[in-house]
């Protein structure tokens, strides 16, 4: 495919976007719109959708779980309390850990506060910017994936009072950067999931005050708006399903990237998040309090059954990666096999 140079609405986003990119942007498809969700393919992702999208504090690699923890980035093997400090991190950066850890070439990529992308080898070292923030408001990455040769991003800007966004993707050794959705008619995107060589996102226009979630092609093309699926800003793609979360009634439903084989998978009590472990053998889910229940930390079969209450606790997104469960909110837990019923889950950190 040629490369040309795109214009855009905004000339200081360009010419920021370009000077961090060595190569000119795609073009882009006009007149469409595009909110933001991506997908990671499923052969080589940097961690698995359900973490990242609840924040993304522990990925799962090469027999380790990588997590934070206390300030600290760490290291443990499944099954084992004790851990491996990475780096100290929060003692070396200017801006707070944020989550979106993913582990790709052998270095740990993550997110700070305001937005600038770091990694640092998985061994241990000092971290280095990878993808800078401009400022500590108007602009910086918002959610990142890293799928196959490319580490996808949706990149927040700000014109005045106006905040719009783009989807771009660029390789982990920094090379090959290219922008997919430039935000284009005051559009802000969210990423969610890239599958299977798919990005799905989630979008707004402005004009419009509608949001609405979409799907387009990872090496960027014209987006198809999924028509089969109520807007949702929770969307996960594990094992040929579309794990989403229903915003009328926050069940937890399934469906097939062609719009067949709608499941009901949990509805009551109704579920805030969840997060489908990468092997497509559990959903992990924080319950709503009801009136005369407790909010608990739950998980289930992706068939609906086997419903399991972990403990009257909230563990708001929380990440799941071996048998830790880690909450940049409500702290970092392990779970403590009980023969064959549900793990008890014991707190490690605050």
Known sequence: MTRLITKYSTAATLTL????????????????????LAYAASASRGNTPG????????????GWVYFYEDGNLCKARPGESSQILIPDINSKLSDSFWGNINIADGQLFFKTLHGTIYKVPIEGGTPKEFFPAKTPFGMGTCE??????????????????????????????GTGGEILRDGR??????????CDDTIYYSGIRHEENIFYNYRMPASGGTPQRLEFIPYTPILQVVDGWIYYRDSIDNSIKRIRPDGTGLTVIHSRPAAMSFNVTDDGEWIYFSSLAQAHESAAYMRIKPDGSNLQSLGEITMYHASVAGDRIISLINGNMRMIPQGSGAPKLEKTSK
């Open 17 to 36: 976007i370009l000077s961090l990119f060595p190569v000119h942007a795609l073009p882009l498809p006009p007149g469409i719109a595009s909110p933001p």
């Open 185 to 194: 008619g005051a559009e802000m995107y969210w990423l969610l999931d890239v």
């Open 144 to 173: 990142f994936i890293t799928s196959g040769d490319w580490l996808y991003f949706n990149y927040e800007t700000t014109t005045g009072m106006e905040r719009t966004s783009m989807i771009g993707r660029i390789h982990p050794d």
């Open 51 to 62: 973490n990242l999208q609840n924040g993304g504090a522990a990925a799962e690699a090469g």
